[in-house]
Protein backbone atom coordinates (compact mmCIF):
# COMPACT_ATOMS: atom_id res chain seq x y z
CA UNK A 1 0.00 0.00 0.00
CA UNK A 2 1.31 3.56 -0.92
CA UNK A 3 3.03 5.06 2.42
CA UNK A 4 1.05 8.24 4.03
CA UNK A 5 0.09 11.66 2.63
CA UNK A 6 3.22 13.32 2.18
CA UNK A 7 4.81 11.04 -0.05
CA UNK A 8 1.96 10.56 -2.37
CA UNK A 9 3.50 13.22 -4.38
CA UNK A 10 4.94 16.02 -2.94
CA UNK A 11 6.01 17.14 -6.32
CA UNK A 12 2.66 16.53 -8.03
CA UNK A 13 1.34 19.08 -5.07
CA UNK A 14 3.31 21.73 -6.24
CA UNK A 15 2.75 21.08 -10.26
CA UNK A 16 -0.21 23.11 -10.91
CA UNK A 17 -1.40 21.28 -14.17
CA UNK A 18 -4.54 20.81 -15.94
CA UNK A 19 -6.52 18.44 -17.99
CA UNK A 20 -7.52 15.09 -15.89
CA UNK A 21 -11.09 15.42 -14.33
CA UNK A 22 -12.10 12.53 -12.81
CA UNK A 23 -15.31 14.02 -11.19
CA UNK A 24 -18.08 15.46 -13.90
CA UNK A 25 -20.24 17.39 -11.82
CA UNK A 26 -20.56 21.01 -12.55
CA UNK A 27 -19.75 23.45 -10.32
CA UNK A 28 -21.28 26.60 -11.27
CA UNK A 29 -21.57 28.47 -7.34
CA UNK A 30 -17.68 27.64 -6.79
CA UNK A 31 -16.04 30.66 -5.69
CA UNK A 32 -13.66 32.82 -7.99
CA UNK A 33 -10.48 31.64 -8.47
CA UNK A 34 -7.59 34.02 -6.49
CA UNK A 35 -4.37 35.25 -8.69
CA UNK A 36 -2.54 32.83 -10.38
CA UNK A 37 0.90 31.74 -7.96
CA UNK A 38 3.63 30.57 -9.78
CA UNK A 39 4.87 27.27 -8.21
CA UNK A 40 8.93 26.37 -9.54
CA UNK A 41 9.23 22.53 -9.34
CA UNK A 42 10.39 19.38 -10.81
CA UNK A 43 9.22 18.73 -14.46
CA UNK A 44 10.99 16.45 -17.11
CA UNK A 45 14.21 19.19 -17.46
CA UNK A 46 14.40 19.81 -14.49
CA UNK A 47 15.38 17.67 -11.13
CA UNK A 48 14.63 18.71 -7.51
CA UNK A 49 17.96 20.03 -6.47
CA UNK A 50 17.74 22.59 -9.40
CA UNK A 51 14.12 23.79 -8.10
CA UNK A 52 15.66 24.68 -5.11
CA UNK A 53 18.34 26.54 -6.30
CA UNK A 54 16.38 28.41 -8.31
CA UNK A 55 14.20 29.47 -5.80
CA UNK A 56 17.42 30.34 -3.67
CA UNK A 57 18.65 32.38 -6.12
CA UNK A 58 14.90 34.33 -7.12
CA UNK A 59 15.05 35.06 -2.72
CA UNK A 60 18.62 36.50 -3.38
CA UNK A 61 17.45 38.84 -5.93
CA UNK A 62 14.09 39.33 -4.18
CA UNK A 63 13.77 38.29 -0.54
CA UNK A 64 10.51 39.45 0.45
CA UNK A 65 8.80 37.30 -2.23
CA UNK A 66 6.32 35.23 0.54
CA UNK A 67 5.25 33.02 -2.66
CA UNK A 68 9.40 31.82 -3.48
CA UNK A 69 9.59 31.14 0.65
CA UNK A 70 6.41 28.97 0.23
CA UNK A 71 7.28 26.90 -2.44
CA UNK A 72 10.77 26.45 -0.94
CA UNK A 73 9.32 25.31 2.14
CA UNK A 74 7.69 22.57 -0.37
CA UNK A 75 11.11 21.82 -2.45
CA UNK A 76 12.31 21.15 1.32
CA UNK A 77 9.70 18.78 1.81
CA UNK A 78 10.10 16.75 -1.03
CA UNK A 79 13.74 16.74 -0.71
CA UNK A 80 13.04 15.64 3.07
CA UNK A 81 11.03 12.78 1.56
CA UNK A 82 13.54 11.58 -1.20
CA UNK A 83 16.88 12.01 0.86
CA UNK A 84 15.36 10.75 4.51
CA UNK A 85 16.93 13.85 5.65
CA UNK A 86 14.79 14.70 8.45
CA UNK A 87 17.09 18.17 8.57
CA UNK A 88 14.95 19.20 5.76
CA UNK A 89 12.40 20.09 8.01
CA UNK A 90 13.84 22.34 9.69
CA UNK A 91 14.63 24.45 6.61
CA UNK A 92 11.31 23.77 5.71
CA UNK A 93 9.93 25.56 9.04
CA UNK A 94 12.37 28.14 8.55
CA UNK A 95 11.11 28.79 5.18
CA UNK A 96 7.22 29.04 6.32
CA UNK A 97 8.34 31.57 9.02
CA UNK A 98 10.17 33.71 6.49
CA UNK A 99 7.10 34.09 4.54
CA UNK A 100 4.42 34.49 7.03
CA UNK A 101 7.11 37.06 8.05
CA UNK A 102 7.18 39.13 4.82
CA UNK A 103 3.33 38.07 4.47
CA UNK A 104 1.78 37.40 7.40
CA UNK A 105 -2.05 37.93 6.40
CA UNK A 106 -4.24 35.52 3.61
CA UNK A 107 -0.87 33.76 2.85
CA UNK A 108 -2.38 30.72 1.81
CA UNK A 109 0.95 29.42 0.11
CA UNK A 110 2.60 29.56 3.29
CA UNK A 111 -0.62 28.59 4.74
CA UNK A 112 -0.48 25.00 2.90
CA UNK A 113 3.10 24.76 2.94
CA UNK A 114 3.04 24.88 6.89
CA UNK A 115 0.25 21.72 5.83
CA UNK A 116 2.77 19.83 4.18
CA UNK A 117 5.40 20.04 6.76
CA UNK A 118 2.68 18.83 9.63
CA UNK A 119 1.64 16.15 7.04
CA UNK A 120 5.67 14.91 6.85
CA UNK A 121 5.52 15.26 10.11
CA UNK A 122 2.20 13.08 10.93
CA UNK A 123 0.37 15.82 12.46
CA UNK A 124 -2.48 15.42 10.55
CA UNK A 125 -5.33 17.43 12.25
CA UNK A 126 -3.05 20.20 12.16
CA UNK A 127 -1.86 19.69 8.28
CA UNK A 128 -6.35 19.57 7.88
CA UNK A 129 -6.60 23.03 9.98
CA UNK A 130 -3.90 24.46 7.94
CA UNK A 131 -5.17 23.58 4.88
CA UNK A 132 -8.71 24.62 5.28
CA UNK A 133 -7.21 28.14 6.69
CA UNK A 134 -5.67 28.60 3.24
CA UNK A 135 -9.03 27.68 1.34
CA UNK A 136 -10.47 30.05 3.18
CA UNK A 137 -8.39 32.15 1.28
CA UNK A 138 -7.89 30.85 -2.67
CA UNK A 139 -10.62 28.14 -2.63
CA UNK A 140 -8.83 26.62 -5.95
CA UNK A 141 -5.43 26.29 -4.39
CA UNK A 142 -3.90 23.25 -4.90
CA UNK A 143 -1.53 22.39 -2.61
CA UNK A 144 -4.07 23.13 0.10
CA UNK A 145 -6.45 20.98 -1.72
CA UNK A 146 -4.28 17.98 -1.81
CA UNK A 147 -2.72 18.27 2.02
CA UNK A 148 -7.06 18.68 2.41
CA UNK A 149 -7.26 15.55 1.19
CA UNK A 150 -4.48 13.76 2.44
CA UNK A 151 -5.07 14.67 6.03
CA UNK A 152 -8.08 13.69 5.50
CA UNK A 153 -7.68 9.98 4.34
CA UNK A 154 -5.35 9.47 7.47
CA UNK A 155 -7.73 10.56 9.71
CA UNK A 156 -9.33 8.04 8.58
CA UNK A 157 -12.44 10.17 7.71
CA UNK A 158 -13.28 8.38 4.09
CA UNK A 159 -17.10 9.35 3.54
CA UNK A 160 -15.20 13.20 3.80
CA UNK A 161 -12.41 12.25 1.48
CA UNK A 162 -14.15 11.76 -1.55
CA UNK A 163 -16.50 14.74 -0.87
CA UNK A 164 -12.86 16.62 -1.09
CA UNK A 165 -11.50 15.30 -3.87
CA UNK A 166 -14.77 15.86 -5.71
CA UNK A 167 -14.68 19.55 -5.03
CA UNK A 168 -10.72 19.66 -5.25
CA UNK A 169 -11.12 17.77 -8.72
CA UNK A 170 -13.88 20.64 -9.84
CA UNK A 171 -11.61 23.38 -8.69
CA UNK A 172 -8.34 21.81 -10.48
CA UNK A 173 -8.50 18.86 -12.11
CA UNK A 174 -5.00 17.57 -13.07
CA UNK A 175 -2.23 14.86 -12.31
CA UNK A 176 -2.26 15.20 -8.46
CA UNK A 177 -5.56 14.75 -7.73
CA UNK A 178 -5.92 11.88 -10.36
CA UNK A 179 -3.41 10.26 -8.10
CA UNK A 180 -5.49 10.80 -4.82
CA UNK A 181 -8.60 9.58 -6.52
CA UNK A 182 -6.83 6.45 -7.81
CA UNK A 183 -5.49 5.78 -3.72
CA UNK A 184 -9.45 6.60 -2.75
CA UNK A 185 -10.07 4.04 -5.16
CA UNK A 186 -7.31 1.59 -3.92
CA UNK A 187 -8.77 1.83 -0.54
CA UNK A 188 -11.68 0.55 -0.90
CA UNK A 189 -10.69 -2.12 -3.22
CA UNK A 190 -11.93 -1.21 -6.53
CA UNK A 191 -8.19 -2.02 -8.45
CA UNK A 192 -9.06 -1.64 -11.94
CA UNK A 193 -10.48 1.85 -11.54
CA UNK A 194 -7.35 2.65 -9.91
CA UNK A 195 -5.00 1.65 -12.76
CA UNK A 196 -7.63 3.15 -15.46
CA UNK A 197 -7.06 6.41 -13.23
CA UNK A 198 -3.61 6.64 -13.38
CA UNK A 199 -2.72 5.11 -16.77
CA UNK A 200 -5.08 8.32 -18.43
CA UNK A 201 -3.52 10.64 -15.96
CA UNK A 202 0.10 9.51 -16.98
CA UNK A 203 -0.42 9.70 -20.99
CA UNK A 204 -1.11 13.57 -20.29
CA UNK A 205 1.44 14.36 -17.63
CA UNK A 206 5.37 15.63 -17.68
CA UNK A 207 7.82 13.28 -17.66
CA UNK A 208 8.13 13.14 -13.70
CA UNK A 209 4.53 12.72 -13.35
CA UNK A 210 4.60 9.87 -15.74
CA UNK A 211 7.23 8.46 -13.78
CA UNK A 212 5.23 9.14 -10.44
CA UNK A 213 1.84 7.95 -11.46
CA UNK A 214 2.89 4.15 -13.49
CA UNK A 215 5.22 3.90 -10.60
CA UNK A 216 1.92 3.68 -8.54
CA UNK A 217 -0.09 2.00 -11.70
CA UNK A 218 3.09 -0.61 -11.51
CA UNK A 219 2.44 -1.17 -7.48
CA UNK A 220 -1.64 -1.76 -8.38
CA UNK A 221 -1.04 -4.52 -11.23
CA UNK A 222 1.45 -6.06 -9.04
CA UNK A 223 -1.61 -6.84 -6.65
CA UNK A 224 -3.81 -7.87 -9.46
CA UNK A 225 -1.10 -10.65 -10.19
CA UNK A 226 -0.82 -8.67 -13.54
CA UNK A 227 3.58 -8.81 -13.25
CA UNK A 228 4.72 -8.62 -16.76
CA UNK A 229 2.17 -5.39 -17.32
CA UNK A 230 4.07 -4.08 -14.28
CA UNK A 231 7.25 -4.84 -15.07
CA UNK A 232 6.59 -2.86 -18.28
CA UNK A 233 5.55 0.44 -16.13
CA UNK A 234 8.15 0.36 -14.01
CA UNK A 235 10.45 0.53 -17.06
CA UNK A 236 8.75 3.60 -18.81
CA UNK A 237 8.83 5.38 -15.18
CA UNK A 238 12.79 4.72 -14.66
CA UNK A 239 13.27 5.46 -18.38
CA UNK A 240 11.26 8.78 -17.99
CA UNK A 241 12.95 9.68 -14.36
CA UNK A 242 16.35 7.84 -13.77
CA UNK A 243 16.91 6.56 -10.24
CA UNK A 244 13.48 7.52 -9.27
CA UNK A 245 13.23 6.20 -6.22
CA UNK A 246 9.90 5.37 -5.72
CA UNK A 247 10.08 2.94 -8.65
CA UNK A 248 13.18 1.23 -7.14
CA UNK A 249 10.91 0.36 -3.95
CA UNK A 250 8.39 -1.10 -6.86
CA UNK A 251 10.90 -2.66 -8.88
CA UNK A 252 12.42 -4.70 -5.35
CA UNK A 253 8.45 -5.69 -3.90
CA UNK A 254 8.08 -6.79 -7.77
CA UNK A 255 10.86 -8.72 -7.47
CA UNK A 256 9.74 -10.39 -4.59
CA UNK A 257 6.63 -11.27 -6.59
CA UNK A 258 8.69 -12.50 -9.54
CA UNK A 259 10.89 -15.16 -7.09
CA UNK A 260 14.04 -13.34 -7.57
CA UNK A 261 14.49 -13.10 -4.13
CA UNK A 262 18.34 -12.40 -4.45
CA UNK A 263 17.63 -9.54 -7.00
CA UNK A 264 14.79 -8.17 -4.47
CA UNK A 265 17.80 -8.25 -1.96
CA UNK A 266 19.97 -5.99 -3.81
CA UNK A 267 16.94 -3.68 -4.87
CA UNK A 268 16.39 -3.12 -1.31
CA UNK A 269 19.88 -2.52 -0.49
CA UNK A 270 19.94 0.10 -3.13
CA UNK A 271 16.76 1.56 -1.70
CA UNK A 272 17.86 1.83 1.70
CA UNK A 273 21.45 3.36 0.89
CA UNK A 274 19.63 6.14 -0.12
CA UNK A 275 16.52 6.32 1.87
CA UNK A 276 16.56 4.45 5.27
CA UNK A 277 13.01 4.94 6.03
CA UNK A 278 12.33 2.08 8.60
CA UNK A 279 9.37 0.43 6.67
CA UNK A 280 12.09 0.12 3.84
CA UNK A 281 14.51 -1.26 6.35
CA UNK A 282 12.20 -3.82 8.02
CA UNK A 283 11.09 -5.27 4.59
CA UNK A 284 14.97 -5.86 3.37
CA UNK A 285 15.52 -7.08 7.05
CA UNK A 286 12.59 -10.08 6.92
CA UNK A 287 13.93 -11.00 3.50
CA UNK A 288 17.24 -11.55 4.60
CA UNK A 289 15.73 -13.34 7.70
CA UNK A 290 13.73 -15.51 5.16
CA UNK A 291 16.94 -16.27 3.27
CA UNK A 292 18.28 -17.35 6.41
CA UNK A 293 21.19 -15.05 6.79
CA UNK A 294 19.74 -13.95 10.57
CA UNK A 295 23.18 -11.51 11.21
CA UNK A 296 22.23 -9.63 8.10
CA UNK A 297 18.53 -9.25 8.83
CA UNK A 298 19.35 -8.05 12.73
CA UNK A 299 21.73 -5.34 11.42
CA UNK A 300 18.76 -4.19 9.45
CA UNK A 301 16.48 -4.24 12.52
CA UNK A 302 19.28 -2.46 14.53
CA UNK A 303 19.02 -0.06 11.82
CA UNK A 304 15.58 0.51 11.86
CA UNK A 305 15.58 1.78 16.09
CA UNK A 306 18.57 4.01 15.32
CA UNK A 307 16.46 5.50 12.37
CA UNK A 308 13.62 5.86 14.29
CA UNK A 309 15.16 7.25 17.01
CA UNK A 310 16.31 9.58 14.66
CA UNK A 311 12.72 10.92 12.64
CA UNK A 312 11.59 11.42 16.40
CA UNK A 313 14.11 13.63 17.78
CA UNK A 314 13.42 15.74 14.76
CA UNK A 315 10.05 15.57 15.03
CA UNK A 316 8.25 13.18 12.36
CA UNK A 317 5.84 10.88 14.09
CA UNK A 318 6.84 7.31 13.86
CA UNK A 319 4.21 5.38 15.78
CA UNK A 320 2.62 3.85 13.04
CA UNK A 321 6.29 1.97 11.87
CA UNK A 322 7.15 1.60 15.50
CA UNK A 323 4.12 -0.49 16.98
CA UNK A 324 4.76 -2.98 13.24
CA UNK A 325 8.13 -3.03 14.00
CA UNK A 326 8.06 -3.90 17.62
CA UNK A 327 4.81 -5.93 17.15
CA UNK A 328 6.95 -8.35 14.64
CA UNK A 329 10.67 -8.19 15.38
CA UNK A 330 10.70 -6.24 19.15
CA UNK A 331 8.97 -5.29 22.52
CA UNK A 332 4.72 -6.08 22.05
CA UNK A 333 4.45 -3.95 25.66
CA UNK A 334 6.09 -1.07 23.47
CA UNK A 335 4.48 -1.71 20.13
CA UNK A 336 0.91 -1.23 22.22
CA UNK A 337 1.94 2.06 23.59
CA UNK A 338 2.86 3.48 19.83
CA UNK A 339 -0.61 2.41 18.48
CA UNK A 340 -2.03 3.55 20.91
CA UNK A 341 -0.69 6.76 20.71
CA UNK A 342 -1.42 6.81 17.27
CA UNK A 343 -5.35 5.42 17.35
CA UNK A 344 -5.68 8.26 20.08
CA UNK A 345 -5.04 10.47 16.92
CA UNK A 346 -6.39 9.12 13.82
CA UNK A 347 -8.14 5.87 13.36
CA UNK A 348 -7.36 4.96 9.55
CA UNK A 349 -7.42 1.68 8.36
CA UNK A 350 -3.63 1.78 8.39
CA UNK A 351 -3.41 2.34 12.34
CA UNK A 352 -6.63 0.29 12.96
CA UNK A 353 -4.35 -2.68 11.60
CA UNK A 354 -1.52 -1.83 13.87
CA UNK A 355 -3.65 -1.41 16.99
CA UNK A 356 -4.78 -4.67 16.79
CA UNK A 357 -1.89 -6.38 15.30
CA UNK A 358 0.19 -5.14 18.41
CA UNK A 359 -2.91 -6.20 21.04
CA UNK A 360 -2.60 -9.73 19.61
CA UNK A 361 0.74 -9.84 19.94
CA UNK A 362 0.27 -8.46 23.41
CA UNK A 363 -1.65 -11.21 24.12
CA UNK A 364 -5.32 -9.60 23.84
CA UNK A 365 -6.68 -11.43 21.42
CA UNK A 366 -10.82 -10.52 22.11
CA UNK A 367 -9.64 -6.85 22.38
CA UNK A 368 -7.85 -6.81 18.79
CA UNK A 369 -10.54 -8.53 16.25
CA UNK A 370 -13.23 -5.38 16.59
CA UNK A 371 -10.66 -3.39 15.99
CA UNK A 372 -8.81 -5.99 12.85
CA UNK A 373 -12.50 -5.47 11.71
CA UNK A 374 -12.08 -1.61 11.89
CA UNK A 375 -8.64 -2.01 9.52
CA UNK A 376 -10.78 -4.43 6.60
CA UNK A 377 -13.86 -2.01 6.78
CA UNK A 378 -13.32 -1.02 3.22
CA UNK A 379 -11.98 -3.85 2.03
CA UNK A 380 -8.58 -2.49 1.22
CA UNK A 381 -6.54 -5.07 -0.86
CA UNK A 382 -3.82 -4.97 2.12
CA UNK A 383 -2.44 -8.53 2.19
CA UNK A 384 -1.17 -7.40 5.79
CA UNK A 385 -4.56 -6.02 7.07
CA UNK A 386 -6.70 -10.18 6.15
CA UNK A 387 -3.98 -11.61 7.58
CA UNK A 388 -3.19 -10.00 10.94
CA UNK A 389 -7.30 -10.50 10.99
CA UNK A 390 -6.94 -14.19 10.06
CA UNK A 391 -4.36 -14.93 13.20
CA UNK A 392 -6.09 -13.21 15.44
CA UNK A 393 -9.41 -14.86 14.55
CA UNK A 394 -7.44 -17.92 14.89
CA UNK A 395 -6.30 -16.96 18.11
CA UNK A 396 -10.00 -16.86 19.21
CA UNK A 397 -10.51 -19.97 18.01
CA UNK A 398 -12.62 -19.07 14.71
CA UNK A 399 -11.04 -21.33 12.86
CA UNK A 400 -13.55 -20.56 9.32
CA UNK A 401 -12.90 -17.32 9.16
CA UNK A 402 -9.40 -17.27 10.15
CA UNK A 403 -8.67 -19.48 7.10
CA UNK A 404 -10.70 -17.52 5.04
CA UNK A 405 -9.14 -14.30 5.87
CA UNK A 406 -5.33 -16.06 6.32
CA UNK A 407 -6.10 -16.91 2.46
CA UNK A 408 -7.33 -13.90 1.15
CA UNK A 409 -4.27 -12.10 2.54
CA UNK A 410 -1.59 -14.46 1.20
CA UNK A 411 -3.67 -13.90 -2.10
CA UNK A 412 -3.60 -10.23 -2.09
CA UNK A 413 -0.10 -9.42 -3.07
CA UNK A 414 2.35 -11.41 -4.65
CA UNK A 415 4.93 -9.06 -3.62
CA UNK A 416 4.40 -9.35 0.19
CA UNK A 417 7.94 -10.03 2.69
CA UNK A 418 8.07 -13.47 2.57
CA UNK A 419 8.77 -13.47 6.05
CA UNK A 420 5.58 -12.38 6.90
CA UNK A 421 4.13 -15.04 4.21
CA UNK A 422 6.01 -17.60 6.26
CA UNK A 423 4.02 -16.68 9.53
CA UNK A 424 1.03 -16.79 7.94
CA UNK A 425 1.57 -20.38 6.72
CA UNK A 426 2.71 -21.56 9.66
CA UNK A 427 -0.42 -20.21 11.21
CA UNK A 428 -2.82 -21.48 8.27
CA UNK A 429 -1.09 -24.97 8.29
CA UNK A 430 -1.66 -25.09 12.39
CA UNK A 431 -5.64 -24.59 11.93
CA UNK A 432 -4.94 -27.18 9.24
CA UNK A 433 -3.58 -29.71 11.20
CA UNK A 434 -6.28 -29.23 13.94
CA UNK A 435 -9.12 -30.36 11.51
CA UNK A 436 -7.02 -33.98 11.57
Known amino acids: MRRTATVLGIGLVLAV ?44 RVPDDHVSWANLALAYVEQARVTGLASYYEKADEAVARSFEVEPDENFTALAARGAIESARHDFAAALASAEEALEVNPRDLAALAVQVDALT ?63 RADVLRRQGRLDEAEGDLDTAQAAVPGHLPAMVSRARLLTAQGDLEGAVEAWEDVVAQQPLPEYLTELGELLEHLGRSDEADAQYAVVRTTIELLDASGVGTDLETALFEADHGSPERALSQARAEWARRTSVHVADAHAWALHRAGRHADALPIARQATRLGTPEARFWIHRGTIEAALGMTDAARTHLRRGLATDPGLSPWQVDEARATLATLQDGER
Not at 21 to 46: C, F, H, I, K, M
Not at 164 to 187: C, K
Not at 195 to 212: N, P, Y
Open 154 to 216: ELGRYDEQLQALEVADRRQPGTAIAARYSYAFELRGDLDRAGDVLRDAADSGSRADKAHLLTL
Open 17 to 60: SGGIGVATTSDDAEPRPAAAVTRVVPDSGQDLAATITSLQDTLR
